[in-house]
């Protein structure tokens, strides 16, 4: 029973929510500080995610994303800050928020054992509402290995059992912590595609990743967390505008490079930057600054080892904001 | 609400119960070692003939009268030695005592064996009629057999009280550690899931196999044996209960923090192995000197093991064994209370 949306239907409080109040957030957090001993992990972190939205928290491991979605899931204590979700609090609605929220933590291990099916079923017991666990097994497509003991997963299939234990309870809102890491590129690939039918679908998702092209390719607007700290925020197609131009090109020569001074004059550079072993351009259009940077090594004399061409993309974001790169955490 | 699969409760507790009985090795330890262990222990333990004792006569003069006085009592086995050899078997314990004949006689052995010791006597006694002694007092032996006082009957209380003991200990520990290390426990803590609920459903799983486990452990005595019933079925059920309690609470404890099974299993067994020795399992504890008694008797393997034995082999009732009920209550209600407090979901 393949339908198109995947089985999936928008829940009834959502569409209600979504239009009598158009401005309200699904969650609302403001100055989260989260402290572990010495270590800041979230430093006064601000977030607004709306309703109906995917939205991502791109950064490097140990930015803090993990801890701020465990402080908005009321699994962590802040130490300072206010957290509205669903516009309630956990202090006052925990019970009721736990029944209405979905969530999929990092390294969960489910019971080995246990069969795919009867891993659903027990989450779907704590719930009061929700859909059968078929259902949700179905728009993970892993309805075939339902009677598979869970030991006998892939990790995809691990990744996709935890995202239907997750959705089983049809949540207005929807927590996804990492939820391709450590998965091979098909595996991440058929992740993709069951999260994009959730996007479709118009449910509230917040995902974090330290992968640019997912954020890139599920999310409608991503927040780049660096230090426990919002340092962008926007759409995708926003933030990569914000470098001023969409193109990377990067290259090595032999010797020394060219000044930057040099490099900065050619037509489209918006923006010189050294790396290792190498300097890196953003510009506007490489037909037109490759040809003029291959002159301009030509006249210096100096012999091109690495030449390569790129989109920008939000990685390219990141560096541009932190210097760093996003797998250099 | 028609897609719903039914109360969070069954769910979990079958959760546990597949968990176990998809477990082949868990199986094994529940249900096979201690019938096992009674077997070998009962085997090794029946009662039998008493067996002759060895006692060497130091060849010499006056030996061979010696040997043939010795040899007309059924319990002795004698054999004539040279001096250096029979010092041997005695020093090795292969003979029990060396008669040294002469104009007096002398007695080699040592006096801390008890197999020694009654050698001694036969031997005397035996040398003593030899020489002409009369015994003034007519005696006759009335031997018993009787169900009750043999070492198996003592023996299968203890090993029942042992495994729930253990199986109570590891089953709730083990489980509840390694899901905490799974992080499911972390999971289950985002879901509405009642954390009363998660408890509960590890102790009723639990008594799913306990009922199992005793069963089959005082079954098999029972007709192995013959071990004896002689108390009330129902009275045996409640010392169960509170015993499976008193160990579930403890197990709740030791895993209410340890974040991995290493962790775990040697705190299990630093609760467990004093149980082990000092609870009369194999043996009774009144061998302890008396001034560690008061500790024995407060632990809860002790008042398991000796309220079966009481309502088993003795009949008693409940005012006999209301004492031991109390210590394993006791026990229970105190872990629980403090792992509650302590427990760690992550």
């Known amino acids: 029973m393949h339908r198109p949306d995947g089985g999936l239907r928008r829940p009834a409080a959502i569409r209600l929510i979504a239009t009598a109040m158009p401005d309200t957030s699904a969650i609302r957090c403001h100055g989260l500080v989260k402290r572990y001993g010495d270590v800041v992990a979230v430093d006064g972190l601000d977030l607004d995610v709306r309703f109906g939205e995917c939205f991502g928290l791109l950064g490097p491991n140990g930015a803090g994303k993990t801890t701020t979605v465990e402080v908005l899931q009321g699994i962590l204590p802040a130490d300072a800050g206010d957290v509205q979700i669903l516009g309630r609090t956990w202090g006052d609605h925990e019970h009721e928020l736990r029944q209405r929220i979905g969530t999929q933590l990092q390294e969960t291990r489910f019971p080995e054992k246990l069969t795919v099916l009867e891993t659903t079923r027990l989450f779907r017991s704590f719930y009061r509402h929700g859909m059968p666990a078929e259902r949700a097994l179905g728009i993970v497509e892993l309805e075939e290995k339902k009677k598979a003991w869970v030991k006998n997963l892939s990790g995809g299939q691990r990744q996709r059992l935890a995202l239907a234990v997750a959705l089983v309870s049809e949540p207005e809102l929807l927590f996804l912590d990492e939820p391709t890491s450590g998965l091979d590129p098909q595996a991440r690939r058929q992740l993709w595609d069951v999260l994009g039918t959730l996007r479709a679908a118009g449910r509230t998702v917040v995902l974090t990743t330290h992968y640019m092209d997912e954020a890139e390719r599920l999310c409608d607007r991503v927040a780049v967390v660096d230090h426990g700290r919002v340092i962008a925020l926007g759409t995708p197609r926003e933030l990569i505008a914000s470098l001023g131009a969409e193109h990377v090109v990067e290259f090595a020569v032999g010797g020394d490079p060219p000044a930057p001074e040099h490099l900065r004059a050619l037509p489209g550079v918006r923006e010189v930057r050294p790396e290792d072993g190498g300097v890196r351009l953003t510009v506007a259009q490489p037909h037109t600054t490759v040809p003029a940077l291959l002159a301009l090594l030509g006249r210096e004399g100096a012999e091109l080892t690495r030449l390569a061409t790129h989109h920008a993309t939000l990685e390219d974001v990141f560096l541009r904001l932190t210097g760093r790169s996003l797998r250099d955490g | ?346």
């Open chain 2, 1 to 346: 609400m028609a897609d719903h699969p039914g109360p969070p409760l069954v769910h979990l507790t079958l959760w546990r119960l597949r968990e176990l009985t998809r477990e082949p090795e868990a199986l094994f330890w529940v249900f096979a070692f201690p019938i096992l262990l009674a077997l070998a222990l009962g085997v090794a333990f029946r009662n039998r003939a008493p067996q002759a004792l060895s006692v060497a006569v130091q060849a010499g003069p006056g030996a061979d009268s010696a040997v043939s006085a010795l040899a007309a009592v059924p319990e002795l086995r004698v054999v004539k030695l040279d001096s250096l050899e029979a010092y041997q078997r005695l020093r090795s314990g292969r003979v029990a005592l060396v008669v040294i004949p002469g104009p007096w006689v002398t007695f080699q052995f040592d006096s801390t064996r008890s197999e020694s010791r009654l050698a001694r006597l036969e031997a005397d006694a035996a040398l003593q009629r030899g020489a002409g002694r009369h015994d003034l007092i007519v005696i006759r032996d009335a031997l018993i057999t009787e169900p009750g006082s043999r070492y198996i009957d003592f023996l299968i209380p203890g090993l029942l009280g042992l495994n729930i003991m253990s199986t109570g200990m590891w089953g709730i520990g083990f489980g509840i550690v390694r899901t905490r290390s799974a992080k499911l426990l972390r999971r289950l803590q985002a879901s509405p899931m009642r954390r009363s609920q998660f408890l509960l459903s590890q102790a009723l799983a639990r008594l799913a196999f306990l009922v199992l486990e005793v069963v089959s452990v005082l079954g098999f005595g029972v007709v192995a044996f013959g071990v004896p019933v002689r108390g009330s079925l129902v009275l045996v059920a409640v010392i169960v209960l509170a015993g499976a309690l008193a160990f579930s609470g403890l197990g709740l404890l030791v895993a209410s923090r340890a974040q991995t099974v290493e962790g775990v299993s040697g705190l299990m067994n630093v609760v467990m192995v004093p149980m082990w020795v000092f609870s009369g399992v194999f043996f009774s504890w009144a061998h302890f000197p008396d001034a560690i008694h008061p500790l024995i008797r407060a632990l809860p393997l002790t008042a398991l093991n000796d309220g079966l034995r009481a309502v088993l082999l003795d009949g008693a009732g409940m005012p006999a064994v209301a004492g031991f009920l109390g210590i394993m209550l006791a026990w229970g209600i105190a872990t629980f209370v403090v792992s509650v407090r302590i427990f760690r979901w992550s």
